[in-house]
């Protein structure tokens, strides 16, 4: 029996190890020291780990002496039903699997009471956190708008993590100095505070399931050999991801032993702003001497043009582990940059592009994502696609329209516009902060109701309608009245734009977001900037399309299309899919498109102070590049509206690190040239390349021609004759303009003239644009130059 069974385990091995390549199966086999498997884009990672429990448990470990951490739930949760297939689902139960955060929780419940809690501690998550820090900013009467709660909260996340106690903080003089620089020489009493108060509410945060679990071990000398003994393998997936907290506890677990296997890729580390080290990993070999490195090159996802220009950008990093990266598949459609003369422009190239490749290449909507540097790009992006009927989804965030900050902003635009909107109200009544609490809100709501009555109408004269509350809140009210009376006043007098940003300075809406420099309030500075821009843009083409007024209620209507498209689709439906490129890694598609690869955008103006933070841009361009199986393009924009006017862009110094084989690029951005400008040519026209389609052969080129109808007469032979949509011009020649003439035009791009009406200030001209179709332009607001 003992024969038999050693020799089915030995067999079920050999099954294993069938499904890996060779340095796959090197790496997995390898147990006699710490070993670190660099794993290139698509050379499957997980595939390795998996397979290396897998193996571990057919060599005879205890399913419990292994210990294997993740990032994410969903990653842990694969990965166990993975081993469930290859060992059996008991076995795969037993492990020791999971975040950091739910095993080090484990760990810490099972020793509580050393670090003097209950094993039934509670585990406060963000909003818990920060409601207990904004209950002690209070206690401490202090500033909530200098020491805002999201703000402190942060700081003292990036304490724990770092493994920094309260009575560290307090005592580090650069941390305190640099604490009374910010105007905010308290949080080290705060942190003290709140520290307290969760040791005595019995709660631990996210962050101290870490700072504890270190705490625990470096006090506990008897605790940390108990696991060192008990966990005889540790494995740790994505280890370019790890902060200091996390490295320590998993070097403290291997001392001694030194069965340690990490797997990850440094050309992948994107994630400094949440504290993570690319450090952990390249330097690991300074912590385990005996360190073995296992290189994963071949890419199994995508096409060989793809994987060499993702290498050709990264070989310019000098902090990294060398390698290459390889691919087998076919050579592929060449990576496409393409050049447009606005973002505007740029929106509607990439909704030409979905279309097209769709039609000629034979994809679905699923099979296309769009990856941006930063969340307000969205907007451009999302208003082209729904003019081309293109469905999609934002993916790890939400629809423009419906973050936070804007719906704060649009729900102000709102109750200027119209007092009575109810949800418009309860949005902003206490946003930002000026006294008027749940409760308050509560009894304007039942007035309104017992009288019939908007609850408008009980803020404006909450004494005639004898709303219960003293005078302290009734001032507080007619205040926030009168605040917006304010911004109606203005209305018949400023534009939409001006309008706009009265509203949201004059609301506390600007105040509140600037308050500091977190990664979390940079995104809603931006957002709220591109909000500005999007009413400055609508107003402006709206001018030039020969309307007059334009109001911001017309922009509210043009934007409630948009919020529409945001209800909880259907997962099964067909969408392109938007989204930033650090909520992309990990995923992939048959077709990416980068947008807006530019300098000060990518790589971004906040990451330019050093080499290794432009190092840090390169990495996530690789990233988003890599995601690509089949067809990868890169767009950026020559101008930009910012500000409230057009600015200038340069394209990313990063296109310029492409190896030029492998791209189809404007002439301007090739070794040598003169500068010049280029017509932009779909990917599809260069005679040197077409897309892929999925089942993996070129698409011939493929124009159609105009489609031909038969128009009938009335007792007369039919005629043939050919659809055309340009209209008899009454005119033919306005000043230097004609018919037929070339024209830039600043937001459009391209086009050629082929219509002029009317005369004076009515003067209008007809224009067929490259890439956003025909557009009617008021003469005396067109913002173009003739070029032919």
């Given at each position: ?304 043009n793809i994987v060499n220009t993702a290498n050709s950008l ?181 534009t939409a734009t001006e309008l706009a940003e009265i509203i ?260 209008k001209i007809g224009v067929e644009f490259q890439h956003v ?16």
């Amino acid at each position: 029996m003992c024969n038999f069974a050693g020799k089915k385990k030995q067999r079920n091995v050999e099954e294993i190890l069938q499904n890996l390549n060779e340095p796959q199966r090197a790496a997995v086999t390898y147990n006699d020291g710490p070993s670190l498997v660099i794993a290139g884009a698509g050379s499957g990672k997980t595939r390795v780990l998996t397979y290396k429990i897998a193996y571990l448990l057919q060599s005879g470990y205890e399913p419990y002496r292994l210990l294997a951490l993740t990032f994410t739930n969903k990653a842990a949760r694969e990965m166990k039903e993975r081993i469930a297939r290859l060992i059996d689902v008991p076995t795969a139960a037993r492990l020791w699997m999971g975040t950091f955060h739910s095993v080090f929780s484990r760990i810490l419940r099972s020793n509580a009471e050393r670090l003097g809690f209950k094993s039934d501690f509670t585990i406060y998550d963000t909003s818990d956190s920060r409601s207990l820090l904004k209950s002690i900013i209070k206690e401490m009467q202090l500033d909530d708008k200098i020491y805002k709660p999201a703000t402190v909260q942060a700081i003292i996340s990036n304490a724990k993590n770092a493994l920094i106690t309260p009575s560290s903080y307090e005592s580090n003089k650069e941390i305190r100095e640099t604490d009374a620089r910010s105007k905010r020489p308290l949080i080290h009493e705060i942190y003290r505070t709140y520290w307290h108060r969760c040791f005595i509410s019995g709660a631990m945060d996210f962050d101290d399931l870490l700072l504890y679990t270190n705490i625990l071990f470096r006090d506990h000398e008897d605790v940390l050999h108990r696991y060192q003994e008990i966990f005889r393998y540790v494995l740790v997936d994505e280890y370019q991801d790890t902060n200091f907290a996390q490295h320590l506890i998993v070097n403290q677990l291997c001392k001694g032993h030194g069965r340690i296997c990490v797997v990850g890729d440094d050309a992948q580390s994107i994630y400094s702003f949440r504290g993570a080290s690319i450090n952990n990993i390249l330097n690991l070999k300074e912590e385990y001497p005996g360190l073995k490195t296992f290189k994963l090159e071949q890419n199994y996802r995508s096409t060989q043009n793809i994987v060499n220009t993702a290498n050709s950008l990264i070989s310019k990093n000098k902090e990294q582990i060398r390698k290459h990266v390889f691919s087998e598949k076919e050579p592929g459609s060449k990576v496409a940059i393409l050049n447009a003369y606005s973002d505007f422009e740029e929106g509607f190239i990439v909704a030409n592009q979905i279309s097209e490749m769709r039609i000629l290449g034979g994809f679905s909507f699923n099979d296309f994502a769009i990856l941006y540097r930063t969340n307000a790009q969205s907007r451009i992006l999302e208003e082209s696609l729904r003019k081309r009927n293109i469905p999609y989804r934002i993916y790890g965030g939400l629809s423009f329209y419906q973050r936070k900050e804007i719906k704060d902003a649009v729900s102000y635009f709102r109750i200027t516009i119209n007092p009575d909107d109810e949800e418009a109200l309860k949005r902003v009544i206490n946003y930002p902060a000026r006294g008027i609490g749940d409760t308050t809100i509560k009894k304007i709501v039942q007035c309104a109701i017992t009288q019939g009555i908007s609850l408008w109408q009980v803020v404006s004269d909450p004494v005639s309608y004898a709303l219960p509350v003293n005078n302290g809140t009734i001032s507080k009210l007619l205040r926030f009245r009168d605040l917006i009376e304010g911004f109606r006043s203005e209305m018949q007098t400023k534009t939409a734009t001006e309008l706009a940003e009265i509203i949201i300075r004059q609301s506390g809406l600007f105040q509140d977001i600037h308050s500091d420099n977190t990664p979390e309030n940079i995104s809603r500075q931006e957002n709220i900037q591109e909000l500005l821009n999007g009413i400055s843009e609508f107003c402006s083409l709206r001018e030039e399309e020969g309307e007059e007024h334009v109001s911001l209620n017309d922009f509210l209507a043009e934007i409630s299309l948009a919020t529409d498209q945001d209800s909880e689709d259907d997962k099964e439906s067909e969408k392109v899919t938007m989204m930033t490129v650090h909520a992309a890694k990990g995923l992939e598609f048959k077709n990416v498109i980068i947008v807006g690869v530019e300098e000060d955008l990518f790589p971004s103006s906040m990451s330019k102070n050093s080499e290794r933070e432009i190092e840090e841009e390169r990495r996530l361009l690789y990233v988003a590049i890599t995601r690509a199986e089949i067809n990868c393009i890169l767009t950026y924009a020559s101008t930009r509206f910012r500000n409230g006017q057009t600015t200038a862009c340069p394209p990313s110094r990063f296109l310029k690190d492409l190896d030029p084989q492998y791209i189809t690029m404007p002439e301007r951005l090739r070794p040598g040239s003169t500068g010049k400008e280029e017509t932009i040519v779909p990917p599809w026209e260069h005679s040197d390349r077409s897309y892929t389609t999925p089942a993996e052969h070129p698409i011939r080129e493929h124009r159609q021609p105009k489609p031909e109808i038969y128009s009938p007469e009335p007792k007369k032979r039919l005629t043939r004759i050919t659809k055309t949509n340009d209209p008899a011009p009454s005119l033919q020649s306005v000043g230097d303009l004609t018919v037929g003439c070339h024209i830039r035009h600043e937001r459009f791009g391209t086009g050629e003239v082929v219509s002029i009406e009317g005369n004076g200030d009515n003067c209008k001209i007809g224009v067929e644009f490259q890439h956003v179709g025909r557009k009617q332009l008021l003469l005396k607001f067109a913002r173009f130059t003739i070029i032919k």
